[in-house]
């Protein structure tokens, strides 16, 4: 795979932008970024949200989201469509056929707004860092297309950890490995062409459930009964490499990893993911020490976590020494909380640091984007006009330079 160079990010999605669309603010936020030295742009999924405004269970795995659009009516011609048609026949026929009139329409509106917004970022020396989620949502229109490709009678989730006595039952597809494999993992092709088209880098959520996945009977109501299940290694990038061109991937490895899980990551070449919440919560490490390889996306925090403000008031008088020694560690003078764990994240080893918008704003817990488990109030936290300011910039610049990013 093709490698990163030692740099940093902003992890804000696109639903989060002061208007939510692809219009003015998007531009400015990657005119703010360029000049905060920021060299990367992290999304989220770009696929339809479902109801409760959730991207990682988007009704399609292809299609852009037409809530993004800054002009739902701009008019489309007739030859546009089918140009875009000829561009994608994998899946826009199916996702026309489940989506229904006008939604082809609003691909080449999304393709439009997307490219001006790709444009200007490649511009301006900013790369999106897109994200992949592993599962597709039932009753998509991946899991209705293409029911070939996955099983009957079960569900995905997690089995039970610290987190969740009983596990966690997404409810979701589960891929049939051996159908994938069979049609020589064209579905995966295609859906990395598609990731490769939109954005110049993917963080894939879940890695692990390459290696092996938790599957349930569909008629248990929790993830006890659940069993881990083989995947096809490095069957699909192997599949997708062949074909397509090389593109830097993050392998999101968190939860319960395996050695075998670690193998088939370094195997493949790609950074793993660090979260210096969790880090410090368990001690798990020290994140000036090479324990943090460069191998590795450290995050403040992602969009499944508090906000740092919001952790740092529920934090234990043991998390924030370490902290604290860490700062004093890496010689900086930060005494906010929010400053010292993006200090932390800059300075260590990591080829790429990815901060949370609502890190580098210092927001407390009422700007958290989402909060796994709970349906409702998520996903709803957004920018505001100006927010991302100059003197901000300046202060996130001086820290990049600094720590030679």
Do not use: C
């Not at 001006?116 to 970022?121: F, K, M, N, P, Y």
């Not at 069979?182 to 894939?204: K, Q, S």
């Amino acid at each position: 795979m093709t490698r990163f160079e030692r740099a940093s990010g902003v992890l804000l999605p696109v639903a989060s932008l002061p208007d939510g669309t692809l219009g003015d603010e998007a531009r400015r936020v990657v005119d703010w970024l360029a000049d905060a030295g920021q060299r990367w742009w992290q999304i989220l999924p770009f696929g339809p949200p479902d109801r409760w405004g959730s991207p990682y269970a988007a009704t399609s795995a292809f299609a852009g989201s037409p809530t993004w659009l800054h002009a739902p009516n701009a008019p489309v011609a007739g030859d546009e469509i089918e140009a875009f048609v000829a561009e994608h026949p994998y899946w826009s026929g199916r996702w026309a056929s489940f989506a229904g009139p006008g939604a082809l329409a609003d691909q080449v509106r999304f393709q439009r707004e997307w490219r001006r917004v790709r444009t200007h970022a490649a511009e301006r020396g900013v790369r999106i860092l897109g994200d992949m989620a592993f599962a597709v949502a039932p009753g998509s229109a991946d899991h209705i297309g293409f029911p070939e490709l996955f099983k009957t009678g079960v569900v995905g989730g997690v089995p039970p950890d610290d987190w969740a006595a009983d596990g966690q039952r997404w409810g979701t597809p589960v891929y049939d490995w051996t159908a994938m494999r069979a049609r020589g993992y064209r579905w995966w092709i295609e859906r990395f062409r598609r990731a490769v088209e939109l954005v110049d880098a993917v963080r894939i959520d879940h890695f692990r459930g390459f290696v092996a996945a938790w599957e349930i009977p569909e008629h248990h109501r929790s993830a006890r009964a659940g069993r881990w299940v083989r995947g096809p290694g490095r069957g699909v990038f192997d599949a997708s490499a062949a074909t397509l061109r090389n593109v830097p991937v993050v392998a999101e490895n968190l939860g319960l990893i395996t050695p075998a899980v670690e193998r088939l990551r370094h195997e493949l070449d790609l950074p793993g993911t660090v979260v210096l919440q969790f880090a410090f919560a368990a001690n798990l490490l020290n994140p000036q020490s090479s324990s943090i390889d460069t191998d590795t996306a450290i995050y403040t925090g992602t969009h499944d976590n508090d906000t740092t403000v919001g952790w740092w008031a529920r934090a234990s008088e043991a998390e924030r020494a370490r902290v604290e020694a860490a700062t004093r560690a890496g010689g900086w003078p930060d005494t906010e909380p929010h400053w010292m764990l993006m200090r932390v994240a800059l300075g260590s080893r990591a080829v790429l640091a990815v901060i949370p918008a609502q890190d580098v704003l210092g927001l407390d817990t009422s700007a958290r984007t989402n909060t796994p488990g709970r349906a409702d109030g998520n996903w709803r936290w957004r920018l505001q006009p100006g927010q991302l300011d100059r003197a901000l910039a300046a202060r996130l610049r001086d820290a990049t330079e600094a720590a030679d990013r």
